[in-house]
């Protein structure tokens, strides 16, 4: 009789729904592994919050972030991955199978694991910028820009990061003012140069933020130039954070080996410190950090999955040596 008390077990459960996730759901599931991937909440990681992605290779006109994860979910759904809404709360990898708990829909077991939760986006830590958190200031242009029609924004950043949102802003906003706290930018040439050339697009370069002003919305920041010392008072409206990404691996903090930086420290490309846990994308990958590089590392860290699942299963099935 099956074990009740057993939470439901399964080959490969893959943690996370970006590009990396959901391209180890397509392998390990041709594969014939029937994947769950427990999607997180929200599902889709960062390029819900993407608009036009134009290095996927296969998409010569580009194609909207959101669209491209569906279709992805798309193609692992149809060789029978299943999908879980909901998020791992903690996870148990000392234990074989290991077994991971979540949210609201009890555990599971799995065989092997895939980590691919990508990572956040990063925020100043001022007590006034959260304090303005939803009230004009925001980290996702994408999800916010509509609603700064006709108003002058301040976005914090430098790099590929700061340029898209802020092109992105410019087709809402009247002005859009990059803060950068050094005097050379990090982002790739092409998106700093299209920001540099856009007629919406200002910079002010050794420059931080000291203070969000406004108390129930966001009027203006108080700025600092790092070099002179001097501080000025730009009056806007939003002001947008920009400022990078930290990956997503509380859940996994003392259960895996970490890096120093909070990324999944691994070896033999998809590896982490545990046998049979596997990671992909952002959640370790921070010198890449695109979509199609995680869309990659999740085809290998299935494909390590599957190997290392066959050579467990060929060693259980050896018979004892004779003597
Ligand atoms: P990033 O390259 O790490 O840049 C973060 C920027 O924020 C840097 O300019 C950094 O300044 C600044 N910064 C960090 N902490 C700060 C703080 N506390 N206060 C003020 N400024 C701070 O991150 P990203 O722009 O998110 O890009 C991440 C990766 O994704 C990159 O590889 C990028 O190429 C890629 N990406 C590509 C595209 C695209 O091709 N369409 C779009 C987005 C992202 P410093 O320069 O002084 O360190």
């Known amino acids: 009789m099956p074990d009740e008390s057993r939470p439901r077990h399964a080959r490969v459960v ?24 427990v999607g997180g909440v929200p599902a889709g990681g960062q390029l819900m919050i993407t608009t036009d992605v134009e290095n996927f290779p296969g998409f010569p006109e580009g194609i909207q972030g959101p669209e491209l994860v569906e279709r ?38 799995a065989d092997s694991v895939i980590l ?31 609603f700064f029609r006709g ?15 802020a092109l992105f802003l410019t087709r809402f906003a009247t002005r859009v003012t990059i803060l950068h706290r050094r005097s050379t930018l990090r982002a790739s040439k092409i998106m700093a140069d299209r920001a540099l050339k856009h007629p919406k697009i200002s910079f002010r370069f050794d420059t931080v933020v000291e203070e969000v002003l406004g108390d129930q919305t966001v009027e203006g920041v108080r700025l600092r130039n790092v070099r002179s010392g001097e ?57 890449y950090r695109q979509a199609v590089s995680a869309a990659g590392f999740g085809c290998m ?17 050896k018979p004892p040596a004779t003597r």
């Not at 729904?17 to 769950?36: F, W």
């Not at 956040?120 to 959260?130: F, G, H, T, V, Y």
């Not at 924004?153 to 990061?161: E, F, I, R, T």
């Not at 494909?303 to 467990?312: G, H, P």
Request: hydrophobic fraction near 40%.
């Open 14 to 37: 893959i943690v996370g729904s970006g590009p990396a996730g959901l391209t180890a759901a397509i392998y390990t599931a041709r594969a014939n592994l029937k994947p769950v991937v």
């Open 72 to 109: 992805i979910r798309q193609q692992a759904v149809r060789f029978g991955t299943e999908f879980i809404d909901d998020q791992v709360t903690s996870v148990d990898f000392s234990r074989r199978p290991f077994r991971l708990k979540l949210g609201s829909r009890g555990a599971l077991e």
């Open 116 to 146: 691919a939760t990508g990572a956040n986006a990063r925020w100043l830590d001022l007590p006034s910028e959260q304090k303005l958190r939803g009230h004009g200031v925001s980290a996702c242009a994408t999800c916010d820009g509509f």
């Open 151 to 165: 108003k002058e924004l301040a976005l914090v950043g430098g790099g590929d990061s700061a340029m898209e949102e």
């Open 231 to 287: 501080s000025a008072v730009l009056p806007v409206q939003g002001l947008f954070i920009a400022i990078g990404y930290d990956p997503a691996t509380d859940v996994f903090r003392g259960h895996v080996e970490l890096e120093p930086n909070g990324y999944v420290k691994t070896h033999q490309v998809t590896r982490t410190s545990v046998e049979g846990v596997f990671a992909a994308g952002d959640v370790y990958d921070h010198r």
């Open 301 to 317: 860290a299935a494909i390590d999955a599957e190997r290392w699942l066959e050579e467990q299963d060929s060693a259980a099935e």
